[in-house]
């Protein structure tokens, strides 16, 4: 299987993630169910079916959560080098060349992308069009409305 890349800070969120749900969450559902078993009948216990599925998605999470960690290429942008590129885990400043708007992205991985706080998927569109571009340079991305041009205006690695 291939490797995936996931910032230093990205990797902890899982790690703790990982461990609240082997700490808590596990021993919660278990407990949910041991209380539902007591009641009785399970045929139609509506208690412990529904201890029963959350009990499969915490466990299904698990194993999703160290699969991804057991693949993961750790990627810690402040020590990446990318001679003023752009590479995975850098941050980009761009001006829409039709606005003028501003805005600053960091590419991540899969799992930590969350577009309200400047985070892009490495796999998404306008990261795509950023790899490998330097200050000045034009990234051209398809957008649902067309063509949208960015103009690379800063890179750093933080």
Not at 75 to 101: H, M, N, Q, R
């Amino acid at each position: 299987m291939a490797t995936i890349p996931i910032t230093k800070r990205g990797a902890e969120m899982l790690k703790e993630e990982l461990h609240r749900l082997k700490t808590v969450e596990r021993p919660s559902v278990i407990s949910a169910i041991a209380e539902a078993r007591a009641q009785g009948d399970l045929s139609e216990n509506a208690d412990y079916d529904a201890a029963k599925d959350r009990q499969g998605f915490i466990e299904g999470r698990i194993q999703e959560i160290e699969g991804k960690l057991s693949v993961a290429q750790v990627i810690d942008p402040s020590a990446v080098d990318g001679g003023g590129k752009v590479v995975f885990g850098a941050t980009v400043e761009l001006e829409d060349e039709d606005s003028g708007d501003t805005v600053k992205y960091q590419i991540v991985g899969e799992d930590e992308a969350d577009l309200k706080q400047g985070l892009i998927n490495i796999s998404s569109p306008i990261a795509r069009a950023l790899i490998g571009k330097e200050e000045g340079d034009t990234a051209e991305v398809q957008a649902p409305g067309g063509i949208r041009r960015y103009e690379v205006v800063a890179v750093s690695y933080q």
